[in-house]
T-cell receptor
Framework: GAGVSQSPSNKVTEKGKDVELRCDPI?????LYWYRQSLGQGLEFLIY????????KSGLPSDRFSAERTGGSVSTLTIQRTQQEDSAVYLC????????????FGQGTRLTVV | AQSVTQPDIHITVSEGASLELRCNYS??????LFWYVQSPGQGLQLLLK??????LVQGIKGFEAEFKRSQSSFNLRKPSVHWSDAAEYFC??????????FGPGTRLSVLP
């Protein structure tokens, strides 16, 4: 597609439910990143994928968070047993290669846990 | 450890005034450097980038930035700020094969 697409744009869920956030990167981009941005805060790195290499999961805050990237394209970030502190905007980005090229960002998914 | 600092959390300038946003980094090698802008409710948009060559780079919306290796800085400038420039600005560093590191951001407010 023309840019990075994220869905849904907004998600309200009840505490304790699982949620899945989707990211469709720019075609041909081998690197895909997930970040979290809490209200008024900067970007918190969560995970990145580079081609077929094992993902760098060093930023995932707990084992309730997981992500996968199928076929080197679409990625899904899953949060299990959501907590109120998970409320944030989740941003996805992609680049041609990890770190060596500019990252293109999606519009984000605003997650609200009530 | 790799890090990016943006010393100013919030800056307020009058419309038409000049602007400089500071960015300092700590990196093992000469990094790739980026400035992104985030308008309210939006994702991040690339303003400009530095990979190599001329240390003064021009970007979109009239912004420019200068890479100073001796100071480990990559400050963003604009000669005359417009009200539409009010946003959050993020400096970032990267290197081939390395994840990006983002600064904490500087929020810019513009007075009419």
């Amino acid at each position: 597609g023309a840019g990075v697409s994220q869905s849904p744009s907004n998600k309200v869920t009840e505490k304790g439910k699982d949620v899945e956030l989707r990211c469709d990167p720019i075609s041909g981009h081998t690197a895909l990143y997930w970040y979290r941005q809490s209200l008024g805060q900067g970007l918190e790195f969560l995970i990145y994928f580079q081609g077929n290499s094992a993902p760098d999961k060093s930023g995932l805050p707990s084992d309730r968070f997981s992500a996968e990237r199928t076929g080197g394209s679409v990625s899904t970030l899953t949060i299990q047993r959501t907590q109120q502190e998970d409320s944030a905007v989740y941003l996805c980005a992609s680049s041609v290669r990890v770190g060596g090229d500019e990252a293109f960002f999606g519009q984000g998914t605003r997650l609200t846990v009530v | 450890a790799q890090s990016v600092t943006q010393p100013d959390i919030h800056i307020t300038v009058s419309e038409g005034a000049s602007l400089e946003l500071r960015c300092n980094y700590s990196y093992g090698a000469t990094p790739y450097l980026f400035w992104y802008v985030q308008s309210p409710g939006q994702g991040l948009q690339l303003l400009l980038k530095y990979f190599s060559g001329d240390t003064l780079v021009q970007g979109i919306k009239g912004f420019e930035a200068e890479f100073k290796r001796s100071q480990s800085s990559f400050n963003l400038r604009k000669p005359s700020v417009h009200w539409s420039d009010a946003a959050e600005y993020f400096c970032a560093v990267g290197a081939r094969g390395q994840n990006f590191v983002f600064g904490p951001g500087t929020r810019l407010s513009v007075l009419p």
